[in-house]
């Protein structure tokens, strides 16, 4: 299974952007699939999080902000980011573990102008 991202983009502070996965195949029985990001200089850390069962875990900076969803039956995964800001910039990855193995998704870079 190979997993793309999408939807990333240069928006001003305050604003909105959603970013969706599409997952080549079925992601009905992952667990956790997850939103990373990695800002420059920085180490690459966990955003978002949905287990298979619909329960959500987020960074404590984007709690209230961000909203992570799947659809099972389309093989997505969307990261919803309201309120941007300057900080949230980086590459966000989509990521699950598929098949037993940790499958990473290209990036999509998100740019918030302050």
């Known amino acids: 299974v190979q997993l793309q991202a999408s939807g990333g983009g240069l928006v001003q502070a305050g604003g909105s952007l959603r970013l969706s996965c599409a997952a080549s195949g079925s992601i009905s029985s992952a667990n956790g699939m997850r939103w990373y990001r990695q800002a420059p200089g920085k180490q690459r850390e966990l955003v978002a999080l949905i287990t298979s069962g619909g329960s959500t875990n987020y960074l404590d900076s984007v709690k209230g902000r961000f909203t992570i969803s799947r659809d099972n039956a389309k093989n997505t995964v969307d990261l919803q980011m309201n309120i941007l800001k300057f900080e949230d910039t980086g590459v966000y990855y989509c990521?699950?573990?598929?098949?037993?193995?940790?499958?990473w998704g290209q990036g999509t870079l998100v740019t918030v102008s302050s």
């Open positions: 990521a699950g573990f598929l098949g037993g193995i940790m499958v």
